[in-house]
């Protein structure tokens, strides 16, 4: 949710800043823009999903889906293994229905009790089905938390998607007061960093970013002030960030407003955030608003998949600066990806099922579970399966090895 683009003068503090690493960048480059891609397109596939009667099927879908994802990048969901409890969600109410937020853990190393909140809301308004606003922001969290999966950070990060964003930020307002004010003690956040609607324009240039401090002195509707000093170091990190991984996007300081990170703000939190930024091709001038923006008319072709891929890599790099990610080799993107790219053969199988992966992978479990998330059998260094005794049906294979565990499904006839 995005109304109007504020006039600003930030004073624009030097700051030293060491360069890009090269451990952080080796990740933010493992955003794809296949990924961003399919992802936006699965969720725009589904429809409308604003948080009311009308659509509220459609809005449980799209919640299924995001969490699928999160189960298929290896994150645990707390239904199947409570004790873990990676993947949950927080039900409120909104327009006399009942919704969730999703909320995906990832605990930090050195301070697991102090969060680095990343954020996007993935309802969409009732007039279309939201590709940009905020498929965008969901499909960037997803690359984030698929590629930070089984790296180390200091700090603990919360991946949350947001519901009835659109309907006044309801889902975020409830997450503030019944989760970060009712926790005991308070959650302590390091940073709530939002990122609601970086599609651009697919007909425009899309070159900038907008980095959004928190600049309430009296000049805006915000409330808090004494957030503010805080708020502006990190974006005007933010802002480096983007400059250093994106691989050609330049941060552009501004303001936040309007959208999920404002009931932090208004609870004292320190708060940043990412908005477009298309110019006008001919004039150089910034297109705000969008012209799709809450029309039927937001929809992929419209917006810039480029330009989120961008933007996402440039947010894999800043989240690991926020969040402190380890900068060993050691857990080599290299050896997560050779985890991945492990396969079923055949599939769908029958009495035997086979795992083919990378040579240099000699120790590892293999672990059979249902959709429900029950167990069924474990193995270890076995590549041949026995899987006579399942029942026909689709099954959950994980593959765990010391440096990375991965999901995958398969299907016994
Ligand atoms: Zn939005």
Known sequence: MKKLLLSFSLLFASFCFSQANATYQTRANLVTETNITQHVTDLVAIGIRHGDATNLTRNRAARDLIIQKYKDFGYIDNDAQPAIDEISTQTFTANSQSLQNIIVTKKGTTYPNEYVIVCGHFDSVAAGVGAND????????????????????????????????????LGSKAYVTNVVNSTTPKMKIRLVLNIDMIGGIASQNNNTVFCEADNYNGTTTGTKTTNDAASLTFTNQLKTYIDNY???????????????YMPFENNSEIITGLYERPTNKTSGAVVDPNPYYHKSTDIITNMSLPYVTKIAKGVVGAVQHFAVASTSTTLAVSDIDKTKD????????????????????????????DLNGRKILTTKNQKQINTSQLKPGIYIGTLETEKATVNKKFIIQ
């Not at 969901?138 to 089984?150: G, Y």
């Open 134 to 169: 905020n498929g965008s922001g969901v499909a960037t969290i997803l690359e984030l938390a698929r590629i930070l999966k089984n790296v180390p950070t200091e700090y603990s990060i919360k991946f949350i998607n947001f519901n009835a964003e659109e309907d006044g930020l």
């Open 246 to 260: 994106s691989g050609g996007l330049t941060g552009m300081m501004s303001n936040a407003y309007s959208s999920d």
């Open 342 to 369: 492990f396969e079923f053969f055949p599939n769908p199988a029958k009495e035997t099922l086979n795992i083919s992966l990378d040579p240099s992978i000699t120790d590892f479990s293999f672990e059979i579970s």
